[in-house]
Structures are given as C-alpha cells and as structure tokens.
C-alpha cells in the first residue's frame, strides 16, 4: 500500500475536511494513554467456581449462599442449569433437593456404591403409613393421623420418625388439649430426592403403582400437600412449653386403646 494509499484509509481529525494539506490522524489512543482493566472472570471460570463450592460444601447449597461469591447482577440460576446439563451425563450429577444444590453419583451407577452405602434402618409398617399420613396432610395430630389410619398410633413411632429427621414438631393445636402438630423436615425431602414437597406423587401415580385401590369411594381427592415453615392460624408455636410443668397434652400422656 503506498502512502497515498495509506493517507485516504485512515481517518482525518475532525474538522479537517478540506485536508489543508495536513496528513491525517488516526483516532486511537496514543499506546502510554491505554489503561489495561483487569479482566473479569470469564463463563468458565464461574462455572468452576461454582463446580468448588458444591463440591466441598457438607451440605446442598441454595442459590443465595452461592451468589455471595458473585457480582450482584449475575445470573446465578443460568449458570446451575448449565452446570446441571453439563453433569447430566456423567458419573456424577447435579441435582435440586429441597430447593437446593449438591453433586449425587448418577443413579444408574449407584450399585457401586452399595458397600460403601450406610445401611438405613427399615421402618416398621406402620411408621410408612404415620411418614405419608404427615407427609400429605400436615400440619396434622396424632389423633388425626389415627383418625386416618383407623388405628391407634405409638408415640414409639412417632419417636422413630423424629430420630431419623424426617419429621418435626410444628406447634399446637389451638383445640382441647392444645395437641402437638407434626410436619416434614428438608431432610425428607433429601432422602427421597424430592425438590419440593408439592413433588410428592398424585393420585393417579399412585394408583399405577399399586398402592391405591382402584375401586376408591366417590368424592376420595388427594390432599395438597404445604410443608410451608409458617404456623396456620389454629397453631400456636411451640416456645417453652415442653418443659413447662402443668403442660399436657394428648401425646404428653400415655396411649390409650382406640
């Protein structure tokens, strides 16, 4: 390219429209002018922080927890569904429980693991039928949970769901008695892989699985089930009440035959 050639590619200062025999300018920055900004942190480099983060936490993570490391304006939520796309496919996957994050083994690998698994007491029949009853219908009562069953309901059982963490005390009932009130726990939703308690199958679901009659009673509709922490408006927390003297209530007292 020759220097005339040069001179009408680049750019004249601004007003030299007529040239006035002045060579033109070009319009960048002289190179000493040039401030270098530190580069912020590409895609891959927040995807790999959020890869550090759910690794080494203990425990899920939800999404706030995770957005603490960083800025303000950025798409957490963007960035777990890629993660979680990335990880479908591998030994490993990322998955939501109970609104939070946290790396699984994939489960068709989970045979592998069996040895290394920590065997779980099986519950008893009853405690099955107790956990669903809380399950669908809490906050509920032990009374109610009888009513429900149509049999009489240990505390014995209801002291082995509280061990295991699947369940919690709620409240009280503002009704005779002031009953304790029982709901399920994030820990539930855990170990059964469920996001949400609204996850739980419906009827339909469970009537393919068998464990509904096929023949239920005109009207039969399936609970919705809320796992919502706030007390209804016939609950009364809880406070110190336990250990109050003078306090009782129908689970407080011995087990009576129905």
């Known amino acids: 390219m020759t220097a005339n050639n040069l001179d009408r590619a680049m750019p004249l200062e601004a007003g030299d429209d007529k040239r006035e025999g002045r060579r033109g300018s070009l319009l960048l920055p002289f190179p000493s002018k040039i401030k270098m900004a530190r580069p912020s942190a590409n895609r891959q480099e927040k995807m790999r922080i959020l890869e550090a983060l759910l690794f080494a936490a203990p425990e899920p993570l939800d999404q706030a927890a995770l957005a603490q490391h960083f800025a303000e304006d ?30 699984r083994t994939a489960d068709d690998l989970a045979f592998l693991l ?13 405690a099955l039928e107790t956990l669903a009853i809380i399950a669908y219908h809490q906050p509920v009562t032990r009374a109610e949970i009888e009513e429900i069953r149509g049999v009489s309901t240990s505390k ?4 082995v769901l509280l061990e295991t963490g699947w369940i919690k005390l709620r409240g009280r009932r503002r009704a005779p008695g002031r009953p304790l009130t029982y709901g399920t726990t994030e820990q539930f939703l855990g170990h059964f892989g469920f996001d949400s308690i609204q996850d739980l199958p ?7 699985a068998g464990l509904l009659d096929a023949n239920l009673p005109a009207g039969f509709v399936m609970p919705n089930p809320d796992d919502a922490p ?21 689970d407080d007292k011995g087990e009576s035959p129905r």
């Open 230 to 250: 706030d007390l209804r408006e016939d609950e009364d927390p809880l406070e110190d009440e336990l250990g109050e003297e003078g306090e009782s209530s129908e």
């Open 114 to 126: 069996e040895r290394e698994a920590v065997e779980q007491r099986r519950l008893s029949r009853a």
């Open 202 to 208: 419906g009827l339909s679901e469970l009537k393919g």
């Open 156 to 159: 014995g059982t209801l002291d």
């Open 74 to 103: 950025e798409d957490i939520s963007a960035l777990l569904e890629e993660l979680r796309e990335l990880y479908a496919t591998r030994g490993v996957n990322l998955v939501r429980v109970a609104g939070k994050w946290a790396f």
